[in-house]
């Protein structure tokens, strides 16, 4: 199907650990690289989206399934295309390890923008039509601005997701193609296969000073200033800060160095740009209706047709009992997520809101809980495996924590801030009439804190999804552990180069994925929504 | 082409009168309901605006007088009818009118000065030539010193000021106003007309001419030349009151207080009128009902029974008590006249016996009167009560008595309308509701 990946000088990874500030730092850019492509997308695809009905019919779903595909799934296509686009450059790799990061950064962030842009106040519509705004500083002025707090809360939770996949992403092994580029995925890759202990604890301790410097240089300026894009118009209780942003504000050279900058984007934001004059057509509701009709066959037409190619590139190679087997991983993995979610969910939710209720306790732990959500998993995976492996445990069930090792802490930190928000006067309430022990769970905290629990365990259960397939198999130098599963299926026919079988376990990871959320998660999370509004 | 020729002929009709700003010809307004077919908000309404002139639109909320100004400002088109600026066609915002919004609408994430400079945005200025526009609008409004403030720290009345600069910043020939000044409090809302009202009469506006949209008799009374009252479902101009007063205008005038004792009268009989006509059509099952609750109009009964009412008092009077200031006196009086506890009758509020008792009796009493009264008078009570008596189980699901008053409602006043008749049912314990399930049902206590 394709020639061996062949580049002329394949860059050598080194176990030194001399050389992981340099990985770090390249790490750290592919996240950044992915970021703003991410970011490009987010204000084409949403906006194309929330603009047009159309598009929106066919955009909107599509979305909801790229969602739901792992996204380690797409890297076995993907690193295909990327490297045939660049023949023989590292250049390609490099894409597809960038496209990898995309994949998880871009769909929550492009759905959170489209969700601004539908919920945009009626009046700050017609304020922006009454001044006659040409779409381009409506874009920048109103529609940007309102979707900016959401916005950057998903882009947090999407870079916290993103480097258990640029670590997952880095060291690329699809069949015939054997990539390791530099980072520090790849520096454990490398220590993994080499059974070096020693380096893997290096490279965690890089990770760690590696997250922490995002979080004070980029993160918290990010939040300190985002502030002022909350649409509430109250004062906040309690208002982000940044050192750094504090810096700039008050030092006047600084300042002076971002004037410029700041005066070309406020020219560029504020100039009417329009590439198209708009054209005030009224259509009669016949003439839209055969346009729907037109437009509804055309995308019949194209799914008819992507359907038969795929029957094409699948029916020679599948069988029937191919899709027994994937069927019945994903079956191992469907229960292997739950039974964690709610092991998770029994650990965690008491020690949120023991820890939520505690002001001053609150305020140590989070910073921590949203670090080690950061904190890509991955890295720890060979500690584990060197323990399963020493005391000869049986990996179908000591495998298995793996898989919600980074996601658990989802959980912890939104059950925090849920018992945070809690209402004083309702404990105080609650408190004065007695109410105590499995009453007070179950009439006062439980309910308080539900809705931030759902949001934990949606992304929770997407992240074990995305990790089984790093996690059902691994290996320790040459030892390897299969634990079955989907995730391990994928792994296993990726390593083979097996494309149709890669992209049966992927389909029915994502039908999975997607059920899951139309039947559970969905449901729990409109009830969360009706049941503890009091307005 | 052939809007072409339509523009030319109006513009030939305009021409007798030159200082005509806007003028609207037959407008009709029509939403879609969701299950199909038209609803009329607006019909037949024929208007001019004058230079020189602040023209009130005086009616109550549904009236659509919202709908009125969002066409004057081309921010919504009308189902039929015309509406010229300036003799010519108006299809969409344009340059020279400028809206002041009952919300405000500024932009938390901008601050003052950039807020007002967002009117001129759309202008293409040099960015020195918008500072010095945004900064001489913020000193005429009075708000020098906040321009670098955001809105988020600044009270309503600071606020609604910037809303003014910036629609005054981009020297607009039409202002329109919609119920600027109802998101205040009362005495924030005086100050802030007074001072539009000086800027106004010393003509240091660029504005020729106002549209003020409001429910408030006395602030029309104060503000305005001249008053059009709309009537409800579908709103048509019921009439056109010329006010010949001199400004400033004192509230304590007998002339002021004349007047605004006449729109109440006004009111009240439109008010009247329409709940009748209501009644009659649809074969009386639904009408609109107004959304209050039982304490107010308890409260207001027991004021109007009390000394020294004795039984009848003028609405006018009614809205000066400190109690029921600012609230929708005429609401509350709309009900008591459907509920039959009092009839509504120029510009004053009369116990029926019916009401005198009620005034007078306990708590259960009270209850066991209101209950009669809502099955007798209210026939969309009796109905849902009648439905969950036949049906099986004795439940129903909201959703059937939603597309029910959608028939013949708009979407809001069919919600609010539902909403109203659950508080009165629950009250009068003539059926329950449970809106977990959506339900409606008899409760056997």
Redesign the interface.
Known sequence: MVAPFVITQQPRISLSPAVLPMYALRTTLRMLAALVASLVFTFTYATAAGKSRRAEMVLIPLLDVFQSVPVLGYLSFTVLFFVSLFPGSILGPELAAIFAIFTAQAWNMAFSFYQALRTIPSDLDETSRSFRLSAWQRFWRIEVPFGMPGLIWNTMMSMSGGWFFVVASEAISVGTIQIALPGIGSYVALAIKQRDLAAVGWAIVAMTLTILVFDQLLFRPLVAWADKFRFEQTAAQIVPRSWLLDLFHQTRSLRRLGEPIGIVLNSVVRSRVSFLRRTHQRFSMRRQRTGDIAWFAALAVTLVYIGRELVKFAAPVLSWNDFVIAAGNGGLTLARVMILIVVASLIWVPIGVAVGLRPRLAEKVQPVAQFLAAFPANLLFPIAVYVIVRFSLGPKIWLTPLMILGTQWYILFNVIAGASAFPSDLREAAASFRVRGWRWWREVMLPGVFPYYVTGAITASGGSWNASIVSEAVSWGPTHLNGSGLGAYIAQMTDAGDYPRIALGVAVMSVLVIAMNRLLWRPLYAFAERRTRLD | MLADEKNAAYEKNATHEKNVVLEMRKVCKAFERPSGGPLLALADINLCLREGEILGLLGRSGSGKSTLL?IA???M?PTSGDVLYRGKQL???E?G???V?????L????TVIENVE??L??L?LP?EEARRRAMSAIDLIGLDGFQSA????LSGGM?QRVGFARAIV?QPTLLLMDEPFSALDVLTAETLRTDFLDLWIEHQLPTKSVLLVTHNIEEAVSMCDRILVLSSNPGRIAAEIPLPLAHPRNRLDPEFHDLVDEFYSILTSRAAESIKAQSQIHGGLVQALPPVGLHLMSAVMDAVAGPPNDGQADLADLARLPDLAAKDLFAVAEALHILEFAELKDGAVKLTAAGRVFAQCEAEERKRLFKEHLLRFVPFAAHIRHVLDEREGQSAPRVRFESELEDHLSESDAEKTLLTVIAWGRYGEIFAYND?TRMFSIDHV
């Open positions: 969002r400002g081309g921010l088109e299809t969409r915002p340059e009118i400028a809206v919004f009952q919300t405000f609408a932009l938390p994430w901008l967002l009117g945005d759309a293409g960015r955001y809105p988020r720290e606020r981009v977990q």
